[in-house]
């Protein structure tokens, strides 16, 4: 497994959480101009013993918000219309995804738990779109927030399932 040196908005991560299973991760955005640097990541509800193909991750979601509109972190027409496409119970809002924040340096403490699987052109500001956000910058507590059915803990906080294909820039 190749070490994990730089981080893009894109690249998807999978990792083995404490229930045995694989958990994926999808970058949103990344900070790099100055120090601190720091990665905005969705959670995918990919949970499974196996690990993840890409054909797996095309087939999963991510979990956010389609109750935004923003002035300021708009999307292309185009955009718009693939996300109403996937989710018409969202128009004439915009799809925003909840962010897992990592610090750059807590995170090259706990890289070599992840593998990237690979990189997929996503929508710019899905983070920025979405209503909230946590720091998760160690390895035991993303563990924990994993392995603790995410999916529920997220749902409590206003987030539902979007499919990941919604966001994807062809």
Not at 114 to 141: A, P
Request: glycine residues 6%.
């Amino acid at each position: 497994m190749q070490k994990i040196t730089d981080i893009c908005q894109g690249d998807l991560f999978t990792f083995k959480a404490g229930d045995n299973k694989y958990k994926m991760l999808l970058c949103t955005s990344t900070y790099k101009v100055r120090s601190p640097q720091y990665y905005t990541f969705a959670a995918l509800t990919y949970n499974s013993l196996d690990k993840p193909t890409i054909a797996d991750i095309l087939d999963s979601s991510f979990l956010g918000i389609g109750n935004r509109k923003s002035d300021y972190f708009k999307y292309s027409d185009k955009e718009l219309n693939k996300m109403w496409g996937n989710h018409p119970e969202i128009k004439p809002y915009f799809l925003g995804s909840y962010g897992l924040l990592i610090w750059r340096k807590d995170f090259m403490k706990f890289r070599d738990n992840f593998e990237l699987i690979g990189n997929l052109k996503t929508v710019n500001n899905l983070d920025k779109n979405g209503n909230g956000s946590m720091n998760v910058s160690d390895w035991d507590y993303l563990d924990k927030f994993f392995t603790d059915n995410f999916v529920s803990i997220l749902n409590n906080r206003g987030q539902k399932a979007f499919k990941l294909k919604a966001i994807l820039i062809e």
